[in-house]
C-alpha cells in the first residue's frame, strides 16, 4: 500500500459490511485452541494481527484449517494440549497476541519465548508480566520483563485477587487465561469496566466466569468444549467509516452485521452527542455477541467533551473521533486517555503533530488533546507513525481536506483491515 493519496469527496453513500471483530478474532483462536474438539468460526478477520495468533497456536501444535479466508476450523487439544514450540513465537505488531498469549503460556509446563517487531518491542509488558508472576510464572526479559523479547516457563500456578491499576482488557484477559491453570478462583478488579469479550467467549466454552460489578471472576481447571461461532463486524473498524458520514455534508452510510458489545458501542453515543443522526435497526445476539445494522447521516457538528469511564470504551476510535472534533465548531476536549500514548505509537503526539499539519489548532495535554475546531483543514503531508488507526484516521481526515492529503507509510493498515480504502472506495461519492 505504501503511500496513499486521498482526495476530497462530495459524500459517502452506501451500505457496506464491517470486518470480523479483530478482538474477538483473537480470542476466538486462543479459546477455540484451549477447548476439546472442534470449533468452527465464520467471519475471521483474516488481517496480520490476527494470523499472527493462529501462527503461535499451530507452533504449539494446534491444527487450524481456513488461513487466508473467514472461515477456520481450529482442531482444540485441551487445556493441556499445547506442546513446546520449535522457534520463537512472533507476535508481529500485535499487541493482544502478545499479552493474552503470555497469560496462557503462564499455564504451560513448557518455555517459550515471545517477540514481536520494533513497535512492539517499545511496548510495556510489566504491567501482564507481574501479575503473571504473582501467579508463579517465571519471566525474564530486558528492562526486567517489561519489554519484548520475553522468555516464560510457566506452570504450577496459584489463583490471586488482582486490583489492575488501569481499565485495560489486555491485562485483564491475561490473568483470567492464565487463571484457567490455576486452582481455585482468579479474580481481576478494574478501576472501570473495560471491553468484555473474553469472559463472555470463556462462559460461552464452559468456564465458569463470574461477573460482579467491575471483578471479574474464573474458577481454574474447567472442561472447555468447542462451539460455532460468528463473529461481528468490527465497530472500531467500522467507525472510520461511520465518522466518516458523520463530517461530510449531505452523506447516509449503513455499515451492516456490527459488534453491538456495550463494552464497546459507546462510540454511537459519541457520534449522537456531535449532532449526527444515528439509526440502529436489525438488532440480534449471535451465541455471545449483539450486532445490529447501524446507518449515520451527517449533520452540523457539535464540539464535545470526553473523559473519565467513557475513555477505555472508546480508545481506539479517539484518533478518528479527533477528527469530527476538528470540523465542528467550537472547542472539544479529550482527557483521561494516557493510555493512548502506549499504543502502537504515542496517539496523542501523533494526532497533534498531524492535524496542525493538517491546520487544525491542537493543543497536547498530559492525558488528552484540546482541539479548536471549524477551521478549514487543509490538504498536506501526515505520517501514520507505523499505525494503522492513525492512518485511517488521516484516510478520513483527507475526506473533508481542502487539496489532496498524502498518508505515509499505510502498509500498517493491513494489521487490522487489509480492505479499508477497497471498502471506502464502495461509497465515497467525488
Do not use: W
Request: glycine fraction near 12%; aromatic fraction near 4%; hydrophobic fraction near 40%.
Amino acid at each position: 500500500m505504501g503511500n496513499l493519496k486521498i482526495k476530497p469527496v462530495k459524500r459517502l453513500e452506501g451500505s457496506i459490511k464491517a470486518p470480523g471483530d479483530k478482538s474477538i478474532s483473537h480470542r476466538v483462536v486462543m479459546i477455540g485452541a484451549l477447548a476439546e474438539g472442534r470449533t468452527e468460526v465464520e467471519g475471521f478477520l483474516n488481517a496480520e494481527d490476527c494470523l499472527r495468533t493462529v501462527k503461535a497456536f499451530q507452533s504449539m501444535g494446534i491444527k487450524i484449517e481456513g488461513m487466508g479466508s473467514e472461515r477456520l476450523r481450529i482442531f482444540g487439544q485441551g487445556l493441556s494440549g499445547l506442546s513446546e514450540p520449535g522457534d520463537i513465537l512472533n507476535a508481529g505488531n500485535s499487541g493482544t497476541t502478545m499479552r493474552l498469549l503470555l497469560g496462557i503460556l503462564a499455564g504451560q509446563d513448557f518455555s517459550a519465548v515471545i517477540t514481536g517487531d520494533a513497535s512492539l518491542r517499545q511496548r510495556p509488558m510489566k504491567r501482564v508480566t507481574e501479575p503473571l508472576r504473582k501467579m508463579g510464572a517465571h519471566i525474564s526479559g530486558p528492562d526486567q520483563g517489561n519489554l519484548a523479547p520475553l522468555s516464560i516457563r510457566g506452570g504450577n500456578l496459584s489463583a490471586i485477587s488482582y486490583n489492575s491499576p488501569v481499565a485495560s482488557a489486555q491485562i485483564k484477559s491475561a490473568i483470567l487465561l492464565a487463571g484457567l491453570y490455576a486452582e481455585g478462583e482468579t479474580s481481576v478488579t478494574e478501576p472501570a469496566k473495560s471491553r468484555d469479550h473474553t469472559e463472555r467467549m470463556l462462559k460461552f466454552f464452559g468456564a465458569e466466569v463470574a461477573v460482579n460489578g467491575l471483578t471479574v471472576k474464573v474458577r481454574g481447571r474447567p472442561k472447555l468444549t468447542g462451539k460455532t461461532v460468528s463473529i461481528p463486524g468490527d465497530i472500531s473498524s467500522a467507525s472510520f467509516f461511520l465518522m466518516g458520514a458523520a463530517i461530510v455534508p449531505g452523506s447516509r452510510v449503513t455499515v451492516r452485521g456490527v459488534g453491538m458489545n456495550p463494552t464497546r458501542s459507546r462510540v454511537l453515543k459519541v457520534l449522537e452527542e456531535i449532532g449526527a443522526e444515528v439509526t440502529i435497526s436489525n438488532l440480534r445476539e449471535d451465541h455471545f455477541e449483539p450486532m445490529a445494522d447501524i446507518e449515520i447521516k451527517g449533520a452540523k457538528l457539535r464540539p464535545i467533551n470526553l473523559g473519565g469511564e467513557i475513555i477505555p470504551k472508546i480508545i481506539d476510535e479517539i484518533p478518528v473521533i479527533a477528527i469530527a472534533a476538528c470540523v465542528a465548531e467550537g472547542e472539544s476536549q479529550i482527557r483521561g486517555a494516557a493510555e493512548l500514548r502506549l499504543k502502537e505509537t504515542d496517539r496523542l503526539r501523533a494526532l497533534a503533530t498531524n492535524l496542525t499539519k493538517l491546520g487544525a489548532r491542537v493543543k497536547e495535554v498530559e492525558e488528552g488533546l484540546i482541539i479548536q475546531g471549524g477551521r478549514p483543514l487543509m490538504g498536506t503531508e501526515v505520517d501514520s507513525f507505523g499505525d494503522h488507526r492513525m492512518a485511517m484516521a488521516m484516510v478520513v481526515a483527507g475526506l473533508v481536506t481542502k487539496g489532496e492529503t498524502t498518508i505515509l507509510n499505510t502498509d500498517c493498515i493491513n494489521t487490522s483491515f487489509p480492505e479499508f480504502m477497497d471498502t471506502l472506495e464502495e461509497i465515497a461519492v467525488y
